[in-house]
Nanobody
Framework: QVQVVESGGGLVQAGGSLRLSCTAS????????MAWFRQASGKEREGISC????????FYADSVKGRFSISRDNPKSTLYLQMNSLKADDTATYYC????????????????WGQGTQVTVSS
């Protein structure tokens, strides 16, 4: 049974930092591209960052480029998102997903999803 679990969300002041983690089990983690998506209240889910299976290639949406950093630890089957200089507009539920490949910052063919972790940035 595949499980994908995000953690690390919370309430932070504007300008602060958070580090999200996503741990996957029941799948060959190193064989999947991984990505972070987010969904703000009343808005569609958007892809914000993607990393290839090896961890070499990373991609970011313009809205987070220069502030967020995606990384992965394949032996630990864990994906990370370091978020710095947070803004109120970053408030959303953040999801990680495993899929086939990165199409720029958007994961193509997302197969497995986590339940999400809430990030709230106060201004």
């Amino acid at each position: 049974q595949v499980q994908v679990v995000e953690s690390g969300g919370g309430l932070v002041q504007a300008g602060g930092s958070l580090r999200l983690s996503c741990t996957a089990s029941g799948l060959a983690f190193r064989g999947y591209a991984m990505a972070w998506f987010r969904q703000a209240s009343g808005k569609e889910r958007e892809g914000i960052s993607c990393i290839d299976s090896s961890g070499v290639d990373t991609f970011y949406a313009d809205s987070v480029k220069g502030r967020f950093s995606i990384s992965r630890d394949n032996p630990k089957s864990t994906l990370y998102l370091q978020m710095n200089s947070l803004k109120a507009d970053d408030t959303a539920t953040y999801y990680c997903a495993a899929g086939g490949l990165c199409r720029a910052h958007v994961l193509g063919y997302p197969t497995y999803w986590g339940q999400g972790t809430q990030v709230t940035v106060s201004s």
